[in-house]
């Protein structure tokens, strides 16, 4: 039904800037929520922020509040992630995620997940 391709992942310095993509293709509608998460070697899946296509983003994961931001076009059915001043724990595999109307920070909310992409930050 909703599929969802990411990218943009790949290697920066502490202080550095990545913007991540993901493009959603299927039948999508107004309503539906776009999630990002990520996920550290050895830990838990985290919630970062999330959208309706047709309302304003929710709070950020505190820990990236004033970093990160995450906007949407919805003529080309894409969200983005824009990451500036990376630290070195922002280091995790990036998922993008959607479902059909449920703003959750809870992973188990989301019926549709893109392959991840990986963003590693050193130093």
């Known amino acids: 039904q909703v599929q969802l391709v990411e990218s943009g992942g790949g290697l920066a310095q502490a202080g550095g800037s990545l913007r991540l993509s993901c493009a959603a293709s299927g039948r999508t509608f107004s309503n539906d929520v776009m999630g990002w998460f990520r996920q550290a070697p050895g830990k838990e899946r985290e919630f970062v922020v999330a959208?309706?296509?047709?309302?304003?983003?929710?709070p950020y994961l505190d820990s990236v509040k004033g970093r990160f931001t995450m906007s949407r076009d919805n003529a080309k059915k894409t969200v983005y992630l824009q990451m500036n001043n990376l630290k070195p724990e922002d280091t995790a595999v990036y998922f993008c995620?959607?479902?059909?109307?449920?703003?959750?920070?809870?992973?188990?909310?989301?019926?549709?997940w893109g392959q991840g992409t990986q963003v590693t930050v050193s130093s």
């Open positions: 959208t309706r296509w047709s309302g304003e983003p929710t």
């Open positions: 995620a959607a479902n059909k109307g449920l703003l959750s920070a809870s992973s188990s909310a989301y019926n549709y």
